[in-house]
């Protein structure tokens, strides 16, 4: 009973001392407000007094009034200086919209300009395609058979009909180019194919500059010339290549079988291949041969030197093609491919 009783006693303290705090705080509240209002309500005259013997103006107020009033005129101020720095910034942002859009402008302008150009490109390929195909004898419209209709031909991609309002022409016409393109794969991979399957008939016929890398320079042609030796009109049945020099690689124009390793007073050291289809090549005024008869040679591959061998007036390569028991101009047989 008796820790009971001192419990109650402590609650009973603890209680009393909150009420009072309570009523302390609320109190000194309470006198807070009482004086700020005493001090609102104070009265305040303003006196204008002229500079002339005017009249003097009398102006009575409270502070609260003034207060107030100060208040509105800073938030008007502020307001102002907010809205002018807005106002400013967003002219800035505008200018700068706007300068991106010229240059959106001049981008798109530029844009169309190249458009245009991949279409006259365009036009240009499905001539050069058809044509080619044309002498190869494929049938594009076969080849592009399994593709949609409209797609296969560039015709579709120049015309000029009203398409759906907001897309660009350049768009529908990028997409028509693109479509065709795809279309064009096939045909062009037949033509490769069958220049593939050509590729060996034109390593069988002589079609090269027989001097390696292309060096030197017709000196003499195929036909009626003079000669350099006698100074008489005679029969020229080769093209004379010189480089100026000896030594330079002399190389075979086809692939083909060395038939003949020998010397001859006019020609000098010379080598004759047999190729297919009735074709021969001769060699002559070398300065040394690398090939032996019977080997079978590979085009471009060296098979002597440029000399000054035989009945010369400096050093080159005597170079004939012979087609059965003719003899041909040459120069219908370099770089044909």
Do not use: C
């Not at 949609?148 to 120049?158: E, P």
């Not at 069958?194 to 079609?207: A, S």
């Not at 006019?266 to 021969?280: A, L, M, Q, V, W």
Request: no cysteine.
């Amino acid at each position: 009973m008796a820790h009971t009783r001192k419990y109650k006693r402590i609650e009973k303290s603890i209680v009393s001392r909150a009420l009072s705090g309570f009523s302390s705080f609320f109190a000194k509240i309470g006198q807070f407000f009482v004086r700020a209002a005493k001090l609102l309500g104070g009265k305040i005259t303003v006196m204008i007094v002229p500079h002339s013997q005017g009249k003097v103006i009398n102006l009575q107020t409270n502070v609260f009034a003034l207060s107030l009033g100060l208040l509105l005129v800073v938030g008007v101020v502020a307001s102002f200086v907010y809205f002018n720095r807005k106002t400013a910034v967003s002219g800035v942002e505008i200018s700068r919209l706007r300068e991106e859009n010229r240059e959106t402008l001049a981008s798109l302008d530029e844009l169309r300009d190249e458009s245009n150009n991949l279409l006259q490109t365009a036009k240009r390929f499905q001539n050069s395609l058809s044509r080619s195909l044309s002498l190869l004898g494929i049938n594009q419209a076969s080849a592009t058979s399994g593709s949609n209709s409209g797609n296969g031909d560039l015709s579709a991609l120049f015309d000029t009909r009203d398409i759906t309002a907001g897309t660009l022409y350049e768009t529908k016409d990028i997409r028509q180019f693109t479509s065709y393109l795809e279309n064009a794969v096939e045909p062009v991979e037949q033509l490769g194919k069958m220049l593939e399957t050509q590729g060996t008939l034109f390593t069988d016929i002589p079609n090269v500059w027989p001097i390696k890398n292309g060096l030197g320079h017709v000196s003499m042609e195929f036909g009626q010339n003079i000669h350099p030796i006698t100074r008489q009109w005679y029969i020229h049945k080769g093209l004379d290549l010189s480089t100026w020099r000896q030594g330079d690689p002399v190389v075979a124009t086809a692939n083909g079988q060395v038939v003949t390793v020998g010397y001859d007073e006019s020609f000098g050291n010379y080598i004759i291949i047999k190729h297919k289809h009735g074709i021969y090549t001769r060699y002559a005024h070398l300065s040394a041969t690398r090939v032996k008869k019977g080997e079978q040679v590979a085009q471009r591959q060296i098979i002597g030197n440029i000399g000054n061998t035989g009945i010369t007036s400096g050093p080159h390569l005597h170079y004939e093609v012979h087609i059965g028991s003719d003899v041909v101009d040459p120069a219908k047989y370099i770089n044909i491919k």
